[in-house]
């Protein structure tokens, strides 16, 4: 037999929603079973493990898919008209790849995005590594819910203009926050079979979502209709880059603009008008958020080889830049590598 690489990819087209029903694709294409509604398990021959799905509370669903796939398998997740949002924590072994609008973004454990937003009315494709964990916590959020959240940060008239999905579709790429990182390692590692399983995933849920909340109301959702399609996709690559070079310096705006086939000044207009920030504040920024995952990690012997894996080559310039976005010196989140 060959190895996973050279055989086919097995392509899956289905569709999504707030109650169990979606569910009904992956029994008649895979030949999934249900367990006591809420746990979902593939073929043994195609995947080890299980997708667990419970509401939460009214406009809040959370799914848990956490498999070992044996073959590869591209999940296709078709395009919905109804008003809700799917968010992606994902704690994968090994990089899987999402696409939204023909742009791939790299998520996972090893990757440096790891939460993203897709609103439900946009088709987006997960790809799993073969051979290693996949762990991806999910979200299904209504609009309706966000909106109600959202009324506390925003006008009442910027709310409804972002959440009409005759207008407009949602999505939002980042750093999974430490606090949420810590909650979802540590549901990660619990049994599905625990007592208290059911319990601890719903206090969970409300952790991530308030987590969640907090993070968007600081930075925004991309908003992609405001302007064209093809110009927010070409600045959503450069986007897609800059998270990739974390542990690089800052390519610049020229570079950036260029990439993007604009003038500097229509880029950086489109581009703080999409993430609220200038590329470079926006790079620093993230940069800033990774070095707290890496700090909170227990991966690294001291701060200076934090420093030194963001690409500074001064410890010092890196702390006082943490200082000035945090508050507090790396030193308050920083945990030794045992």
């Known amino acids: 037999m060959g190895s996973a690489e050279e055989q086919p990819v097995l392509k899956i087209a289905h569709q999504m929603s707030m109650d169990s029903g979606w569910r009904t694709d992956f029994v008649n294409q895979l030949g999934a079973r249900i367990l006591n509604s809420r746990q979902m398990r593939l073929p043994d021959d195609m995947a080890d493990g299980c997708s667990y799905f419970m509401e939460v509370m009214p406009g809040l669903m959370v799914l848990i898919v956490d498999f070992t796939f044996h073959t590869s398998i ?38 440096k995005l790891g939460v993203g937003i897709v609103d439900a009315a946009l088709k987006s494709t997960y790809i799993p590594a073969v051979g290693e964990r996949m762990y991806s916590f999910r979200l299904l959020v209504s609009k309706a819910l966000l909106k ?13 203009r972002t959440f009409d999905g005759r207008k407009n579709t949602i999505f939002f790429y980042s750093h999974i926050k430490s606090p949420t990182w810590l909650a979802l390692n540590q549901l990660k590692d619990t049994s599905y079979d625990s007592p208290s399983f059911e319990l601890m995933l719903r206090g969970v849920t409300f952790k991530v979502f308030g987590h969640l909340i907090e993070q968007m109301s600081e930075t925004g959702p991309v908003i992609v209709r405001q302007i064209t399609e093809v110009d927010a996709g070409q600045v959503l690559k450069t986007q897609s880059y800059l998270m990739e070079q974390l542990q690089d310096n800052f390519p610049g705006v020229d570079f950036l603009a260029e990439m993007a086939g604009m003038s500097v000044s229509k880029y950086s207009d489109i581009f703080k008008k999409l993430f609220k920030y200038s590329p470079k504040q926006f790079f620093l920024r993230e940069k800033m958020l990774l070095a707290q995952v890496l700090l909170g990690s227990g991966d690294f012997g001291s701060i200076s080889e934090i420093a030194y894996e963001l690409g500074f080559g001064k410890p010092g310039y890196f702390s006082k830049l943490y200082k000035n976005m945090f508050d507090e010196f790396p030193s308050a989140a920083f945990k030794i590598r045992e």
């Open 148 to 160: 109600k959240y959202f009324l506390g940060n925003m006008s009442a008239l910027m709310v409804e």
């Open 74 to 111: 591209e999940f296709t997740k078709l395009a919905s008209q109804d008003e809700f949002c799917i968010v992606y924590f994902d704690l994968s072994d090994k990089i899987s790849l999402h696409q939204v609008n023909g742009t791939g973004h790299q998520v996972g454990y090893k990757s």
